[in-house]
């Protein structure tokens, strides 16, 4: 037996365990510090009303001879692909009930979709960037380019001629850095995958947030993206479901390359190593995308992207530059007075008992930037930030 020695090709992740340290050895020190935690990638708001009595009733229905239900439908409950449907229809996309597929979540997917691409393609994936990205390829032995996001773009990067590429991974809103593709950014992105015959990658988990409507909240808003795109999409962020577990992934039929359709790929491999998420669960993703259950992620969307903004605001008020923090849950800010980015974290850690997520951990280009997110309490956000304004 050989095992995957590709997987000991993946650098040792050690930011949040290394925050997590950093954080307990400052705490045993000076036990009555007040820490504020302003990195967590997770939601703090509980699941809305909405979701918990859809959930409440399938656990009922479960529990009944009459209304139990086994396995689900292959690709996910038609009421929940419907509702999807519906759901992008708002957008002005119109999508067919097989080409959505429900799953325990968008990292899976991401994961997963490698399955039904051959391991000799070129994968081009943005720096800095969620690492899972850069994870999977390389435990499938994939070799990676990277592409430079910086000061310089916007951390938004764009094709050139010179690029190769067959995988292209996209995420917009952008996990770390905040930043959102426009339109016509997208527009560059599709027409050069079309002309290149390469497939696109989007990752839209953070789509929610953006509020601005002359921002894309779907790669297939984008003329000609159906031929070239798969798009992510989670309930995590957006509902409250990170402990929950639901996504989607839509693969559009028109994805056919040498022949071969991707939809009839990813359907083969997802009923072959994935038998669904719970009924319960889908009942509650279901939920979601009501009249009311929008109206109520929408408000728990909306205390984010206050806090965010808050956020935001101070560090205009203090001249710090930095993407993100508007349509988007993230700030990146560039560390002030040329701190690298653990420096900035003892800085902050130290003085003002603030605790962030040094950019340098999304890649070598995060290098002297500071992830910050919009996911705390409101009073905790309001009290790092007067932190932060006495401090710097
Ligand atoms: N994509 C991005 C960019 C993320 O930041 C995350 C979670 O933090 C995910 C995907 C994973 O989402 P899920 O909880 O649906 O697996």
Redesign the pocket.
């Known amino acids: 037996m050989k095992p995957n020695t590709n997987y000991l090709n993946l650098k040792d992740s050690y930011l949040f365990s290394t925050v997590a340290r950093k954080v307990a050895e400052y705490k045993s020190k000076n036990p009555g510090a007040d820490i504020i935690r302003l990195g967590i990638?997770d939601v703090t708001l509980p699941l809305p009303g909405v979701v918990v009595e859809a959930m409440g009733k399938a656990v009922l229905e479960m529990g009944d001879k009459k209304t139990f239900r086994g396995y689900g439908d292959e690709q996910g409950y038609v009421f929940l692909r419907e509702a999807i449907l519906g759901y992008y229809s708002r957008k002005n996309v119109s999508l067919e009930l097989d080409e959505v597929f429900i799953s325990d979540?968008?990292?899976?997917d991401?994961g997963n979709i490698l399955d039904i691409f051959s391991v000799d393609n070129t994968v081009v994936i943005p720096d800095p960037v969620?690492p899972?990205y850069v994870d999977t390829n390389t435990m499938a032995g994939r070799s990676i380019v990277f592409l430079d996001a910086n000061l310089d773009n916007g951390f938004l990067p764009l094709p050139d001629d010179s690029l190769q590429a067959d995988i292209i991974y996209l995420?917009s809103p952008n996990?770390p850095t905040g930043a959102v593709y426009t339109k016509e950014m997208l527009q560059k992105w599709v027409d050069f995958a079309l002309e290149r015959n390469a497939v696109i990658l989007f990752?839209a988990?953070?789509e929610a947030y953006v509020r601005d409507p002359s921002l894309p909240t779907s790669i297939y808003q984008i003329e000609g993206a159906k031929a070239c795109a798969i798009e992510?999409c989670?309930?995590?962020?957006t509902a409250g479901f990170?402990g929950t577990r639901c996504?989607y992934t839509v693969v559009p039929k028109e994805l056919v390359f040498d022949g071969v359709s991707l939809n009839k790929l990813w359907l083969r491999r997802q009923t072959t190593k994935f038998n669904g998420v719970p009924y319960i669960v889908q009942r509650g993703a279901e939920a979601v995308f009501t009249e009311r259950g929008l109206q109520e992620v929408g408000e728990c969307i909306s205390y984010y992207l206050e806090n965010a903004k808050i956020i935001r605001e101070a560090l205009e008020s203090m001249g710090i530059e930095f993407t993100g923090g508007a349509n988007s849950p993230y700030i990146w800010l560039k560390c002030p007075g040329g701190m690298s980015s653990w420096e900035f974290f003892d800085y902050l850690l130290e003085k003002a008992n603030v605790v962030g997520t040094p950019g340098v951990g999304f890649g070598k280009n995060g290098e002297g930037h500071f992830r910050l997110t919009a996911f705390g309490d409101r009073e905790n956000v309001l009290t790092a930030v007067g932190r932060l304004k006495s401090l710097i």
């Open positions: 990638g979540g968008a990292k899976s991401l969620y899972v995420c996990n990752d988990a953070y992510f989670s309930l995590s962020k990170t996504g």
